[in-house]
């Protein structure tokens, strides 16, 4: 099966290198890193740098411009359009994909939006 041109590096990386999908957001400061070969999902709290990674997270190409990152229950964690719109929430840089984010942990916002590159 053939890569779509917008997730061909997403979705089909080379064997000897992973390609990974950062996402800044604010309030709560924090990154995450999707490693599309480990298939896991790394929560980097700016504020202590402390390290949460979620293992079987699947990435589902929607549409030409939609990826969805999936937890093992089928449920949608992350969701990125490729829009070129993305925001951190406090700098004026444009990221190339807009994320909707949902932690699913009673510490954090229910949904937080981001930028992604």
């Not at 999902?41 to 293992?55: F, N």
């Amino acid at each position: 099966m053939a890569c779509a041109a917008l997730a061909a590096t997403l979705l089909c990386p080379a064997s000897s290198s992973a390609s990974v999908i950062i996402c800044s957001f604010t309030e709560p400061f924090i990154r995450t890193f999707y490693d599309t070969v480990h298939q896991t999902l790394t929560i980097v709290p700016d504020v202590d740098g402390s390290k949460d990674v979620q293992r079987s997270i699947v990435v589902t190409q929607i549409s030409k411009s939609v990826l969805e990152l999936h937890n093992d229950k089928g449920e949608i964690v992350q969701r990125l359009e490729h829009s070129f719109q993305g925001s951190d929430g406090m700098s004026d840089k444009l990221y190339p994909y807009a994320v909707q984010w949902t932690p699913r942990d009673p510490n954090m916002p229910e949904e937080l939006s981001g930028g992604c590159r």
